[in-house]
C-alpha cells in the first residue's frame, strides 16, 4: 500500500493524553470502558470462544499481530489498524521483522477525534479511499485496545465499497488473550463473510479448478510440505487436502467451507470451527503426527468421510511402517520440558515421545477445547503434566522442578534455561519451523534436539567462566562491584502505592 494516503499522525498532549491507556493500564478498566461503549456483545463472544486463566494478560507479543499476520499474508487485502501510535509502531515492526512484503495502512487519533466520534468518519474515509476492486477483494480495518474501549463501531462501515469487501474487527488485548486466538478472530469473521456470500449465489471457483475428490481443509498454519504430506496420506482413501485456513486468498474461503471434513489440526479456532459447523461440516481434532496420532486421525478423518474400513486400512498400512522406521531410526534421549503460543504444543510432544523423548511437561498459552483432547489423553496417560494457558511462571517452575536436559519454549523460558546452564530452543523459530505430520515430521526434529542436548557441555563451560561476572544488578565487569539498594527499591514501590490509592480515591470521589 505505498500509495496509499495515510493520515498524518498528530503528535500533541493530547495524542499522548489518550495513549495512555494500553496493555500496561488495567485491563478492567479498559473492558468496562469498552462495555459502556456499546462493545459488550463482541466481548461476551470473545470471552466465550477464548476462555481466560489462569492468567488473563497478554505474556507475549501484541495479540493483534495474529489478525494483522493473517492479513498481510491474504493476496489482495489491505490491512489497516486504528489504535495508538505505540501500538501501531510494535506491530508493523514486527510484522516486517517477520518478513511480510505488504505496507500496513494506519487511521491515527488524537483524544479529540477519538470522543468526537471523528475517528470512525476518519476510518471510513480511509476505506472508501482505499477500496480499489482492481487492487483488492477485501479490506480489513483492525481495531485495537483503545478504539475499542471507546466503542469505535466498525460495525456500522459498509459491507462492501465498489465491490471489495469490507472486515471490521476489534482485537484488544483485553478481550482476546494470544495473537495465536487473533487469528481466528480474522478467519472466521472472513469465513462468515464467505459463507454469506456463497448462500447468496455462485462465487469463484478455486484458482487450480475444483477438485474431483472430496477435500479436507486444514485448520491451523503449518509448514508448508505438511499439507502436501497431508494430501499424499488421504489419497488412498480417495480424499485430497483442501485449502489451509487462514487462506492466502479469498476465492480459496469458499473452497475451504465446500469440504468433506475439517481437521482442526490447531486446536483454537473456534470461531472459524463454529462457521464451518454451520455450513453443515464435520470437524476433526489432531492431527496424522507419530505413528499413534497418525493411525488414529486417519481412521477419524476416514470415518468422518464415510470411507470404507478398507480403504481406511489401505492407507494405514501405506504410511504407518514407514513413520515407525523413520522414528526408530532418529532416537531422541534426553529428559524435556516445553511450552510455546503456537497450537501446535501437544502434537510436538507427541512427536518427541515417540522419538524417545522423556517430556515431563508441556505449557500451551492456547485454551483447552475439544480438538486437542484426544491429545491430552494420550499425553497425561504417559505422566506429562500439560498446562493450558500456561503463564511464564508456571513454565519456569517446570524447568526448575524437572531438570530437563533441554528446555523448548519462548524467549524469556529459553533464556532463563540458558542463564542456568540448560541448553534450550525456541520453540517458534526452531520447532514451527519444520515438517512435523506424518512421514516427513516422523524424525524431523531429532537432528535440531540432539544437538541442542549435546551442547550441555559447552553450556556448562561458559557458566564456568562466567562466574565471577556477577549476576542481577552486578552483572558485567567493574573496578568496583555496584551495591544493590533494595531500601531505594521499596521506597520507590511505596511511593507509587500510595500515588496508585489517590488516583483510585480520586476517580471514586
Ligand atoms: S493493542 Fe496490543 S500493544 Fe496496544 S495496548 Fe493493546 S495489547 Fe498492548
Known amino acids: 500500500m505505498s500509495d496509499h494516503k495515510i493520515i498524518p499522525i498528530i503528535a500533541n498532549q493530547e495524542t499522548l493524553t489518550s495513549d495512555g491507556m494500553g496493555c500496561h493500564s488495567g485491563a478492567e478498566q479498559m473492558l468496562d470502558a469498552a462495555r ?26 501484541c495479540p493483534a499481530f495474529g489478525s494483522l499476520r493473517v492479513g498481510l499474508r491474504m493476496r489482495r487485502t489491505a490491512t489497516i489498524l486504528s489504535g495508538s501510535a505505540c501500538c501501531v509502531y510494535g506491530l508493523t515492526f514486527t510484522s516486517h521483522f517477520y518478513g511480510a512484503r505488504r505496507s500496513v495502512g494506519y487511521v491515527p487519533f488524537n483524544s479529540e477525534s477519538l470522543v468526537t466520534g471523528k475517528l470512525f468518519e476518519d476510518i471510513r474515509d480511509a476505506v472508501h479511499q482505499e477500496a480499489n476492486p482492481d487492487k483488492y477483494d477485501a479490506i480489513v480495518i483492525i481495531n485495537l485496545c483503545v478504539p475499542t474501549a471507546s466503542g469505535v463501531p466498525l460495525q456500522l462501515l ?40 456463497a448462500q447468496a449465489g455462485p462465487v469463484t471457483a478455486p484458482r487450480t479448478g475444483l477438485s474431483s475428490k472430496p477435500t479436507i481443509t486444514l485448520l491451523g498454519e503449518m509448514f508448508p510440505v505438511d499439507p502436501i504430506g497431508i494430501g499424499m496420506m488421504l489419497e488412498p482413501m480417495g480424499l485430497a487436502a483442501g485449502p489451509v485456513v487462514p487462506t492466502r486468498e479469498w476465492r480459496e474461503l469458499y473452497q475451504a467451507l465446500d469440504c468433506a471434513a475439517v481437521a482442526a489440526i490447531h486446536p483454537f479456532y473456534t ?8 455450513a453443515g461440516r464435520k470437524v476433526v481434532g489432531s492431527a496424522p503426527i507419530g505413528y499413534e496420532g497418525t493411525a488414529s486421525w486417519l481412521e477419524q478423518i476416514g470415518k468422518s468421510c464415510n470411507v470404507s474400513a478398507d480403504m481406511i486400512a489401505n492407507a494405514q498400512n ?174 520507590t514501590r511505596r511511593r507509587m502505592e500510595k500515588l496508585a490509592k489517590k488516583r483510585k480515591a480520586e476517580e471514586m470521589g
Open 36 to 61: 459502556k461503549a456499546n462493545k459488550s456483545e463482541v466481548l461476551n463472544q470473545y470471552a466465550k470462544d477464548y476462555p481466560k486463566g489462569p492468567h488473563d494478560q497478554p505474556q507475549s507479543m
Open 158 to 197: 459498509p459491507k462492501e465499497i465498489n465491490g471489495v469487501r469490507i472486515i471490521g474487527i476489534d482485537v484488544p488485548g483485553f478481550g482476546v488473550p494470544t495473537h495465536a486466538e487473533a487469528k481466528d478472530v480474522l478467519a472466521g469473521a472472513m469465513l462468515k463473510f464467505a459463507r454469506a456470500e
Open 271 to 278: 470461531a472459524s470451527i463454529r462457521e464451518f459447523e454451520a
Open 318 to 491: 501405506k504410511f504407518l511402517p514407514a513413520i515407525k522406521s523413520a522414528l526408530a531410526a532418529k532416537p531422541i534421549k534426553g529428559r524435556i520440558t516445553m511450552s510455546g503460543y503456537e497450537g501446535s504444543e501437544l502434537l510436538v510432544a507427541r512427536l518427541l515421545i515417540e522419538s524417545g523423548a522423556d517430556v515431563r511437561y508441556v505449557g500451551t498459552a492456547c485454551p483447552k477445547t475439544p480438538w486437542s483432547a484426544d491429545d491430552l489423553t494420550w499425553l497425561e496417560s504417559r505422566g506429562v503434566h500439560v498446562q493450558y494457558r500456561s503463564s511464564l511462571e508456571q513454565d519456569l517452575a517446570a524447568m526448575k522442578e524437572f531438570q530437563p536436559d533441554l528446555v523448548i519454549g519462548t524467549t524469556p523460558v529459553v533464556q532463563k534455561a540458558k542463564q542456568s546452564a540448560i541448553p534450550g530452543l525456541y520453540f517458534t523459530n526452531l520447532i514451527s519451523a519444520r515438517p512435523l505430520m506424518g512421514v516427513m515430521g516422523a524424525g524431523s526434529l531429532a537432528q535440531v534436539i540432539n544437538a541442542a542436548i549435546g551442547n550441555k557441555e559447552r553450556f556448562d563451560t561458559m557458566e564456568a567462566f562466567f562466574t565471577d561476572v556477577g549476576h542481577d544488578h552486578a552483572a558485567g565487569v567493574w573496578d568496583e562491584i555496584p551495591q544493590d539498594r533494595p531500601d531505594f527499591k521499596a521506597d
